[in-house]
């Protein structure tokens, strides 16, 4: 396990997008990181002698609402293949239409 300091920049960066650490406010350099043998980080763990509470994500209430169930029936799933198969021919038709540009001389 390496800490955050020893990682070089491509790996640093694999830290930002694997474990988001800009983005949900979490101390990167508060963890130990796994690297393979290839130089890719697959894992890390807290490094017990960096954590404080401030280097943890930050905390903020979270509403969770219920949402009720839903049963879609084989209209509604027939419908929105249709709605679908419809929606992708006009792209293809647009994609794939030639289209003609005349060109003159100045």
């Excluded at 990167?28 to 509470?53: F, H, I, M, N």
């Excluded at 949402?67 to 992708?88: G, K, W």
Aim: glycine share 2%; charged share 25%.
């Amino acid at each position: 396990m390496k800490p955050y300091s020893a990682l070089t920049a491509e790996q640093r960066a694999q830290v930002a997008y694997l474990f988001a650490d800009e983005a949900f406010g979490t101390d990167a350099s508060a963890y130990l990181y796994e690297v393979d043998k290839g130089g890719a980080v697959t894992r890390r763990k807290p490094d017990t002698e960096k954590q404080s509470p401030l280097s943890t994500a930050r905390t903020t209430s979270i509403n969770v609402k219920a949402v009720r169930d839903e049963h879609v029936t084989a209209a509604q799933v027939e419908t929105a293949t249709m709605h679908m198969d419809a929606l992708a021919a006009f792209i293809a038709e647009k994609i794939y239409q030639p289209t003609f540009e005349e060109v003159t001389n100045s």
